[in-house]
Structure formats: C-alpha cells, structure tokens
C-alpha cells in the first residue's frame, strides 16, 4: 500500500519523506527546494522488508510567470506544452516519480517484478484520487525507467510523452491524463515522442509511450 502524506502531515513522517528524497537525489540527481517542500504531497511506498522503495513528490508549477526560476529542462517543456495545448490552466503539477528497487533473476526476481507491476498500478490510483482533490485533469511526471523491470508499467498509463533523456540515467518525462481526456487534439495517432522548446538540445526522440 502506499502512504499519502499531505503538507499538513509532512512533520510526523520525516523520516520516510527524507529517504524518498535521498532515492530521488541519488537515482534522478533531483532536490526539492525549501519553497517546494512546503506545499508538496508526498507518496511513498515502503514496507518492512525493503524499506522505502518508491513514490512521488507533487508539487505545483505555474505555466508563466514561476514564482520559483525553472531549473530544469523538462519543467520548462511541461510550461511549454500546456501555454500552447490548454492556455487557460495558469498552473499545473508536476510528479517526481522512482521506484529503485533493484531487478534481479534470483528467486525473489519475481517477487520485485510482483511489486513493481502493483507500484504503478496503485500509484495511477493514487495520482487520480489526488488529481480529483485538486480539480487536475492532468499531472506532468519525470520518472526513471530500469530496463532490469520489464514491461516498465508506468507504459500502460494513457500519457503524452514528451521526451527522454539521451544519457543513461533512463530519465523519462510525459504528461499523464487522469479522466481519458485528450491533452492534444486528435488529428493522428501520435506513435512518437513530442517535442517543445528545451533550454538545451540534448535529447533524441524515442518510440516508445501511449499518446493523450
């Protein structure tokens, strides 16, 4: 099961918040800053026998005008996206995701793919009921994929893809659509990743992911 912890209730779980945020340091080189943390809701998957294995940061991001200064590349595509498709959202949020449990063939190899199939699954649940609380038809998410887990189920959920980065860090970054609802207009099947301004040019398009 997973554990919400809402701003309000951040205090009483520091422990499992601050080694969810070692996991997202280490795996995706990401910090939360001080003004983010505040505000954002964590979930956290964590059991006796692994610990903290996963979850989710939400935090909120404005589409123009960011109170904070967008430090990432991927942030700034998200800004991109929903000023040209849906102008009329001022702000939206943004999901960190990681699940770091190693894969393995040994004979708890399937117990991990067990685990990493009912992580995405209850995660989706999650990022829904969240999205309804907040009135959000869709959450942006940056995630890291392990091609030790495969099929990588994070796949199944009905996404736009925005891009994936180019080293070996397996970093991948698209727009989740809580409702079904369509975050571009449907004029061809998008079977690509779909691209909008970067601060930089590092990153290569790839096949793989659902469009929304």
């Known amino acids: 099961m997973l554990k919400i912890i809402s701003p309000k209730g951040q205090k009483t779980d520091q422990s499992a918040i601050e080694a969810f945020l070692d996991l ?7 910090e939360l800053s001080e003004t983010r943390r505040k505000n954002a809701t964590f979930i956290i998957a964590e059991n006796k026998e692994y610990g903290v294995y996963g979850g989710a940061v939400l935090y909120l991001q404005k589409v123009m005008g960011a109170d904070e200064e967008i430090h990432d590349d991927y942030e700034h595509s998200f800004c991109c996206a929903f000023a040209t498709y849906h102008p009329q959202i001022e ?25 990493c199939e009912n992580f995405y699954k209850q995660l989706l649940h999650a990022l829904r009921v969240f999205g309804q ?9 940056s995630l ?4 030790a887990i495969d099929p990588p189920y994070f796949k199944k959920w009905l996404y736009l893809p925005i891009w994936r ?6 970093l991948f970054h ?13 004029k061809k099947r998008q079977d690509s990743l779909v691209f909008f301004p970067l601060k930089q040019d590092k990153f290569e398009s790839s096949p793989q992911g659902n469009a929304v």
Request: proline share 3%; aromatic share 16%; with cysteine.
């Open 165 to 170: 980065s180019d080293d070996r860090s397996g």
């Open 133 to 141: 609380a907040n009135e959000s038809d869709f959450i942006a998410f």
């Open 91 to 115: 702000d939206f949020w943004i999901a960190k995701i990681c699940f770091c449990l190693e894969g393995n063939f040994s004979p708890d190899g399937l117990k991990g793919m067990e685990l």
């Open 174 to 186: 698209g727009i989740l659509s809580l409702n079904k609802t369509k975050f571009m207009p449907v």
């Open 144 to 147: 890291c994929s392990f091609d």
């Open 24 to 30: 997202l340091k280490v795996y995706q080189n990401f």
